[in-house]
């Protein structure tokens, strides 16, 4: 199993939006509505931010959104923030009890 | 408040063997899965297997297939994850996940594997 393709980095200015992309192919990404987005801070464990490909866990902002097309999804960080400049990964069911990871972006806020 | 905490960090020579534990608390242990992922530095995630506490069946990724074994113990409500064969290229930070959305994470352990 392969990991997802994420772009490395993405950045924006404070109050700006960035977009990560994470594609796949038809037997992750495309092929299930379980695509879940982590953010991870340096030295910290990842954080739940987006699951089922577009809900929010309690207490996430709303400034957070998933989506997908195809064999690609996206999470849009909308009102950049200092504190949203971290890493963020994607994640996919694969079938036959298996996941998938993105290969990672790291997002600078300018 | 559901708490996954794990055991301390370990320095283990090549070819040998070892076991990291992931202590639930605040939920339900058996209603949920438990993966094991490891990072290794600087380096991205990576999705190791899970167990079906209820069921005590377990699945692994391909790459780690005949060197992984996760097991679980619904009366301590504890996961373990025990590697084998260890070589440099295991040394990482290990974290367990809940669920089928890694809704919550232990805080990780790192193994380190060097002569």
């Known amino acids: 199993q392969s990991a997802l393709t994420q772009p490395p980095s993405a950045s924006g200015s404070p109050g700006q939006s960035v977009t990560i992309s994470c594609t796949g192919t038809?037997?992750?990404?495309?092929?299930?509505?379980?695509v879940s987005w982590y953010q991870q801070h340096p030295g910290k464990a990842p954080k739940l931010m987006i699951y089922?490909?577009?809900k929010r866990p309690s207490g996430v902002p709303d400034r957070f959104s998933g989506s997908k097309s195809g064999n690609t999804a996206s999470l849009t960080v909308s009102g950049l923030q200092a504190e949203d400049e971290a890493d963020y990964y994607c994640s996919s069911y694969a079938g036959s009890s298996n996941y998938v990871f993105g290969t990672g972006t790291k997002v600078t806020v300018l | 408040q559901v708490q996954l905490v794990q055991s301390g960090a370990e320095v283990k020579k090549p070819g040998s063997s070892v076991k990291v534990s992931c202590k639930a608390s605040g939920g339900t242990f058996s209603s949920y899965t438990i993966s094991w992922v490891r990072q290794a530095p600087g380096q991205g995630l990576e999705w190791m297997g899970r167990i079906i506490p209820i069921l005590g069946i377990a699945n692994y990724a391909q790459k780690f297939q005949g060197r992984v074994t996760i097991t679980a113990d619904k009366s301590t409500s504890t996961a373990y994850m025990e590697l084998s064969s260890l070589r440099s290229e295991d040394t990482a930070v290990y974290y367990c996940a809940r669920g089928n959305e890694f809704d919550y994470w232990g805080q990780g352990t790192l193994v380190t594997v060097s002569s």
């Open positions: 089922e490909v577009s």
């Open positions: 038809s037997s992750d990404v495309g092929g299930y509505n379980y």
